[in-house]
């Protein structure tokens, strides 16, 4: 199950489940005990460490839980739909 974040831009990405869910992944909306600057991604911001940052959605505005995939901006563009840094899964095969 995907878990698409979508931004304020309209910008969406495709983040696996089983990614979403880990420990170290999280929501943040503070840095430094501070309020996430809009640099950084305010309101909130996702951080997934298991995937590549392109799938670090920054100025989050809603997830939504899907049961099939829905590439997002950077998908379409031709990187890989998970982004699995330790199977090199930058780019999609074509």
């Known amino acids: 199950m995907p878990v698409p974040g ?3 831009e309209g910008r969406t990405t495709g983040v696996p489940y ?3 869910i880990e420990m170290d992944s ?3 909306m503070h ?3 501070e309020p996430l600057p809009s640099g950084h991604g ?3 911001r996702l951080v997934v460490p298991s ?4 799938q670090y959605v920054e100025y989050l505005t809603e997830l939504r839980f899907l049961t099939g995939m829905e590439r997002g901006f950077w998908e379409i563009r031709g990187y890989n739909d998970t982004g699995d840094p330790w199977w090199g899964e930058r780019y999609r095969s074509r």
């Open 42 to 44: 305010h309101p909130l």
């Open 51 to 54: 995937l590549y940052a392109w």
């Open 6 to 8: 979508v931004c304020r």
């Open 18 to 20: 089983e990614h979403f």
């Open 26 to 28: 999280l929501v943040a």
């Open 31 to 33: 840095i430094n005990g």
